[in-house]
C-alpha cells in the first residue's frame, strides 16, 4: 500500500531565511504528488501539484524518483507562509481520485 | 456556492448515539469524498461518491459508519452507536470530476467528539 512520510512534525524558521519540508513517499508506480497547506481558521487547500511544474507563492517542488521524495521549498520564507503543510498522493489508474495524505508539518515562520 | 458546505461544524454526542453530518458540495461538481482526520493525523479517506453513486467506501473503518449522496448533490456521513475512537474531525471534498487532474475542494470539516 502506498505512504506519505512528512519526517517533521514542528519546523520553525525565520522571516526570510529558506524553507524546506520534507515529504516521501512509498509506492511501487508512479504516482502524483500534491502539497495542500491549511492556514490558520481556514479550510484545507491545493497549494501546487507536480505535474504542473508550477511555483505558487514562491514555493517549488520537485518530485525526485529516484529517492522517492517530493520536498516543498521556498527560498525566502514570510510570516504569512505559517501554516499546515500536508504532502499528499494519489495513484495512476482506475483510483486516481483518492488522496493519501502525510501527518503534516506545521511551519512557523518567526518576524 | 462559495464553497463545500458542511453541518454542523462542531458536535458532542454520547458513547452509543447515532450522528449524521451533511455536506454541501459545490454546485455542478460530480465527484464527492469524505475523509477522516483524527487528532495530530492527515485527512484518511473514507468513501468517494461520483454522482448519486457511492463508487469506493474502501475506507470506512466498520458497517457502523454509512454514507449517501442520494440526488447526486447533498451527501450524509451516518454513524450508529458512535465510539471514542469515532471522534475526529470529518471533511468533506468535492470536485469537477473524479480523476486526480480535478482538485479536490474541502469544507471547513465536522468535528466529531463521542463522550
Known amino acids: 500500500a502506498q505512504r506519505v512520510t512528512q519526517p517533521e512534525k514542528l519546523l520553525s524558521v525565520f522571516k526570510g531565511a529558506p524553507v524546506e519540508l520534507k515529504c516521501n513517499y512509498s509506492?511501487?508506480?508512479?504516482?502524483?504528488l500534491f502539497w495542500y497547506v491549511q492556514y490558520s481558521r481556514q479550510r484545507l487547500q491545493l497549494l501546487l501539484r507536480h505535474i504542473s511544474r508550477e511555483s505558487i507563492k514562491g514555493f517549488t517542488a520537485d518530485l525526485n524518483k529516484g529517492e522517492t521524495s517530493f520536498h516543498l521549498k521556498k527560498p525566502f520564507a514570510q510570516e504569512e507562509d505559517s501554516a499546515m503543510y500536508y504532502c499528499?498522493?494519489?495513484?495512476?489508474?482506475?483510483?486516481?481520485?483518492?488522496?493519501?495524505f502525510g501527518k503534516g508539518t506545521l511551519l512557523t515562520v518567526n518576524p | 456556492g462559495a464553497g463545500v458546505s458542511q453541518s454542523p461544524r462542531y458536535k458532542v454526542a454520547k458513547r452509543g448515539q447515532d450522528v449524521a453530518l451533511r455536506c454541501d458540495p459545490i454546485s455542478g461538481h460530480v465527484s464527492l469524498f469524505w475523509y477522516q482526520q483524527a487528532l495530530g493525523q492527515g485527512p484518511e479517506f473514507l468513501t468517494y461518491f461520483q454522482n448519486e453513486a457511492q463508487l469506493d467506501k474502501s475506507g470506512l473503518p466498520s458497517d457502523r459508519f454509512f454514507a449517501e449522496r442520494p440526488e447526486g448533490s447533498v451527501s450524509t456521513l451516518k454513524i450508529q452507536r458512535t465510539q471514542q475512537e469515532d471522534s475526529a474531525v470529518y471533511l468533506c471534498a468535492s470536485s469537477k470530476g473524479g480523476g486526480s487532474n480535478q482538485p479536490q475542494h474541502f469544507g471547513d470539516g465536522t468535528r466529531l467528539s463521542i463522550l
Open positions: 499528499a498522493l494519489s495513484l495512476r489508474g482506475g483510483s486516481n481520485y483518492k488522496l493519501t
Open positions: 509506492y511501487s508506480g508512479s504516482p502524483e
